[in-house]
Structures are given as C-alpha cells and as structure tokens.
Nanobody, 116 residues
Framework: QVQLVESGGGLVQPGGSLRLSCVAS?????????????MRWYRQAPGKQRELVAS???????TYADSVKGRFTISRDNAEKTVYMQMNNLRPEDTAVYYC?????WGQGTQVTVSS
C-alpha cells in the first residue's frame, strides 16, 4: 500500500512559479522500494479529462507533456520519498487540480490556479 500526499498548490499570477511536492509513504514494502517507482504528475481542469503532465522513472528518466516542456521540471529525492514539480512561467491554462500517481495509487490532489 502506498499513500501519496501532495502540497504546494495555490493562486499565482500568469508568469509566476510554484513548486509542488508529493510525499510517499509505503506500508508492506521493503526499505528503498520507493526508488524503483515511476512517479507521475497528472492534472485535471474543470470539464476536462485528467492528463499526464510529467513522469520520472526510478532511474531518473523524465518525460513531459508538450504543453509544459521547457516550463515544468520533475525531480525526485529517493531518500525523502518525495517527488517534486517545479512549474515556471505559469499560464491560465495550467489551472487544474494536480495529482501525484504511482501504479494504481493516487494522492488527493492540490489546486493550482493561475489568474491575474
């Protein structure tokens, strides 16, 4: 069982930045198992389907949706069992609830609103 807790969302003006965090806690897994997980950030805007924004494998390979390339950076700290997403140059269309995911486990989401 894996629990994921996101934080870092909020209200920001266009062009601003936010850093999301997702802390994982595992029960029933051996120590160090987090480092093998592929971690993902999804987002869901009102009236739209949930979409994959970025992912990072256990080996550190990162992938991004075209809409966020060059603006968002995903990273992980295996010792802290945490995955981050640095979001720069935010746009109104980035407004959504952002979710952390690994395998079939989801966090509760954190709201990001980009508005002037």
């Amino acid at each position: 069982q894996v629990q994921l807790v996101e934080s870092g969302g909020g209200l920001v003006q266009p062009g601003g930045s936010l850093r999301l965090s997702c802390v994982a806690s595992e029960s029933g897994f051996s120590l160090g198992f987090f480092s093998t997980f592929t971690m993902r950030w999804y987002r869901q805007a009102p009236g739209k389907q949930r979409e994959l924004v970025a992912s990072v494998t256990g080996g550190g390979t990162m992938t991004y949706a075209d809409s966020v390339k060059g603006r968002f950076t995903i990273s992980r700290d295996n010792a802290e069992k945490t995955v981050y997403m640095q979001m720069n140059n935010l746009r109104p269309e980035d407004t959504a609830v952002y979710y952390c995911n690994t395998a079939s486990f989801w966090g509760q989401g954190t709201q990001v609103t980009v508005s002037s």
